[in-house]
């Protein structure tokens, strides 16, 4: 008692026991609740992982399909919020959007949310994971100046962020399967992460009894930055900035000079010191979609690609162990299909949304502490008033 120890960005810090998460770093490992990853992204859907992550198990055939109703019918977004969506300028960040969105629905719901009954905890639930891909869809749209488009009670839940963001009001929807199975994938590859800088913040928020919107607005908040969720768009606005396979060398020069900021963005992870187990599965979407729609010349890829193999085979991010992650290829894919850069994180929000929340729904369901970090006092000491 009265010793703490001092450990910046919480490197060795772990502050709360979990059941929901595995990663092993050095291995390139990550379990939900005990499954792999690529296993899940391969026989599974992000709903049925959304209800692993909360309720610790598969769901039957039956309860599978009561989960999905309930998300399907809880997706549509409150009018308020709808507004203060319009009362936005056209090229406000859709992640500025979002958090102001989500923040919104503690507006719309405190008065119905308990956070100690088991029952709103999971009407919450249902709330939050079927309301993020209307929301992100009516920020692109808001963007676009384009009028929104209501869920669709007849598709699956990528198809309908598909049709929402890319659909035409009053027109039947025509989503293509590739690309609703691709964004599916990223909405699973993203949904948890453990104890990440937006979960920790979320966990951190929460712990002081907050409305739970209001501590998932504070891990959208916490996602936006490029050394989190953000670098998926910071990997295309990379891309970009090379401009050609010609200037990766100069690129990669920069990136390993220690008197320059730059760094490849992304490339490395705090926890992951070897690839990413994600990223594989990212790559292969990424491959898949690409393929689809005939973009496999694309010259952004090109560049991507070319970045990738000199990544893997040079001394400095061998060495480091900087394997590209899971942003690298999500932002390939992203981008494919048409999403905005500028709005790739709110992708990455959506998926997480349910991680956050299963986080968040841990801590309040059994006893819990405020989180009270401290701090090494580097100031003056005692120090008198001038007369
Ligand atoms: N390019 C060049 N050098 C790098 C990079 C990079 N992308 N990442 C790390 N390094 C170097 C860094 O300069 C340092 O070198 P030295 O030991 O000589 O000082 C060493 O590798 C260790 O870096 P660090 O910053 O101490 O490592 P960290 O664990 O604090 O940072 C990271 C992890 C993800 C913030 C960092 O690798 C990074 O900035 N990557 C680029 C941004 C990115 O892709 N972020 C997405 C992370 S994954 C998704 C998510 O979590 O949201």
Not at 16 to 45: M, N, W
Not at 201 to 220: D, E, H, K
């Amino acid at each position: 008692k009265g010793f703490f120890t001092y450990d910046p960005g919480f490197m060795s810090t772990a502050p709360c026991e979990s059941k929901i998460t595995f990663i092993d770093g050095a291995k390139g490992v990550l379990l939900h609740r005990g499954y792999p990853i690529d296993q899940l992204a391969e026989h599974s859907d992000y709903l049925e992982t959304c209800y692993l992550l909360l309720n610790g198990e598969l769901p039957s055939k039956e309860q599978k399909a009561t989960f999905a109703d309930e998300v399907k019918k809880h997706s549509k977004v409150d009018d308020s919020v709808a507004q203060i969506i319009k009362g936005f300028s056209r090229n406000a960040h859709p992640m500025a959007i979002m958090g102001s969105a989500v923040n919104a629905l503690a507006a719309v719901y405190h008065e119905e949310t308990d956070i100690t009954s088991e029952e709103s905890r999971r009407v919450t639930a249902y709330r939050l994971i079927g309301q993020m891909p209307t929301l992100a869809a009516m920020a692109h749209k808001h963007r676009q100046g384009e009028e929104f488009i209501a869920p669709d009670a007849d598709l699956a839940y990528a198809e309908n962020y598909l049709n929402m963001t890319f659909g035409t009001a009053g027109q039947s929807p025509k989503v293509n399967q590739v690309l609703a199975k691709a964004m599916d994938r990223i909405f699973l590859l993203h949904a948890d992460h453990e104890q990440n800088a937006s979960t920790s913040t979320v966990r951190l928020s929460g712990s002081s009894g907050t409305n739970p919107f209001a501590a998932i607005a504070a891990g959208i908040a916490t996602l936006w930055g490029p050394a989190h969720g953000g670098a998926n768009e910071a990997v295309l606005n990379m891309l970009e900035e090379i401009g050609s396979v010609d200037n990766i060398d100069t690129y990669v020069a920069k990136a390993k000079d220690k008197n320059d900021p730059f760094r490849l963005m992304g490339f490395g992870h705090r926890v992951y010191k070897n690839f990413d187990p994600r990223a594989k599965v990212m790559k292969q979407a990424a491959d898949e979609v690409l393929s689809e729609l005939g973009l496999e010349n694309d010259p952004l890829l090109a560049i991507a690609k070319r970045l990738e193999k000199i990544a893997l085979e040079d001394e400095y991010f061998i060495q480091k162990k900087l394997y590209p992650n899971v942003d690298f290829y999500s932002g390939i894919i992203m981008k494919a299909i048409g999403i905005p850069t500028e709005a790739f994180t709110v992708i990455f929000a959506t998926g997480r949304a349910v991680g956050w929340y299963a986080h968040w729904q841990e801590m309040v369901s059994a006893p819990y502490k405020i989180g009270r970090p401290r701090q090494l006092y580097t100031g003056y000491s005692k120090r008198d008033y001038p007369a």
